[in-house]
């Protein structure tokens, strides 16, 4: 399927604009749909040849004027971030998550089956009845479990209550795209991801733990680590993923109504331990951590089993560079860190 104009929610967050910038490079046309709630977007305002809509996913009126626009993909990267946030405010979180991806569903299908390309997240996974081993620096999957060095497999069931709000949330955006392809025709490919990360992200504590971590580090600010900083993710660049995008998008008619899990996969698997080691050995930083009681429902170890995409995709940038590029960026020092 040929298409020219692709509509990107969130368009101006960190995997929004990665995926903005990746398909104005290819000579798409993009509108960039945001409600420019969070602090720091407004630096995206002026990327010359972006179009940008102000509007809000969660009003259906906010939607329905962009019939007029004649989209013909849709790149559902809009959400409300973070764990602890989800928890504080679960009502926001699921009219964002939920509501909001139910209405580009809505419009979607009600636009003449528009693709859809939804940013999913690994906490639709109960994982805490996985064993686990300790070693010096990580948890890993014991040897024995079959998803160890393989990862989580989109065959993991999404029953139990270690989700958060913010992944029960997730879930049903996450279903919603899965009947809404089977059952409306809406072509709809959920990718669940792992850490997206990347130089032009300004992590938080609460999200973005890469980009936070290398950005307190730098600037030799206190960092809180909760749980023993032995815990794992596997890190995937923000450009890697828009180009997945692209691909999905080129090939709708065959993977419209698949799932996939998204990440670095094992290979590019890291602990915060791990992390201060890089920083120590090749920076010279010693992080100023404060060890402090674990989150609720954290992941201890959770890497993905990309296997089933890698027909079509494979990583290309390895955690080591993405970890260079955002200990050298400028971004860094530009950043206001508390």
């Known amino acids: 399927m040929k298409i020219n104009s692709v509509l990107i929610t969130g368009g101006l967050g960190f995997i929004g604009q990665s995926a903005c910038m990746?398909?104005?490079?290819?000579?798409?046309?993009?509108?960039?749909?945001?409600?420019?709630?969070?602090?720091?977007?407004?630096?995206?305002?002026?990327?010359?040849?972006?179009?940008?809509?102000?509007?809000?996913?969660?009003?259906?009126?906010?939607?329905?004027?962009?019939?007029?626009?004649?989209?013909?993909?849709?790149?559902?990267?809009?959400?409300?971030?973070?764990?602890?946030?989800?928890?504080?405010?679960?009502?926001?979180?699921?009219?964002?998550?939920a509501l909001g991806t139910f209405n580009i569903l809505e419009f979607a299908r009600l636009n003449g089956q528009v693709p859809v390309l939804f940013c999913s997240s690994n906490k639709v996974y109960d994982i805490s009845g996985i064993a686990v081993e300790e070693h010096e620096m990580r948890y890993d999957f014991r040897k024995d479990e079959p998803y160890y060095r393989r990862g989580i497999t989109i065959s993991y069931p999404i029953d139990g209550n270690m989700h958060t709000p913010h992944g029960a949330a997730k879930i049903c955006g996450d279903i919603y795209c899965q009947e809404y392809s089977k059952i409306f025709n809406v072509p709809t490919v959920v990718n669940r991801l792992s850490c997206i990360s990347g130089e032009n992200q300004f992590g938080t504590e609460e999200h973005g733990w890469l980009s936070w971590l290398c950005k307190a580090a730098r600037l030799n600010k206190k960092i809180n680590i909760y749980g023993n900083g032995k815990q794992v993710r596997d890190i995937l660049h923000g450009e890697d993923l828009a180009k997945l995008f692209e691909v999905e998008l080129m090939h709708i008619n065959r993977l419209g109504g698949k799932v996939f899990n998204i990440g670095g996969g094992y290979e590019n698997s890291i602990s915060i331990l791990e992390l201060f080691d890089v920083l120590r050995n090749d920076y010279d930083i010693e992080p100023d951590a404060e060890y402090k009681e674990w989150r609720s429902s954290d992941h201890v170890v959770y890497y993905s089993d990309i296997s089933g995409i890698k027909k079509f995709w494979e990583p290309e940038i390895k955690k080591e560079e993405v970890i260079r590029r955002m200990m050298e960026s400028g971004n860094i020092t530009t950043c206001n860190v508390p």
């Open 22 to 97: 990746h398909f104005l490079s290819k000579g798409y046309k993009v509108y960039a749909f945001d409600n420019i709630s969070r602090s720091g977007v407004e630096r995206n305002l002026s990327k010359k040849g972006l179009e940008i809509i102000r509007g809000d996913i969660r009003q259906w009126s906010d939607l329905h004027p962009l019939s007029e626009l004649k989209i013909e993909a849709i790149i559902h990267c809009a959400a409300k971030l973070g764990i602890p946030n989800s928890i504080r405010y679960p009502r926001s979180d699921f009219e964002t998550n």
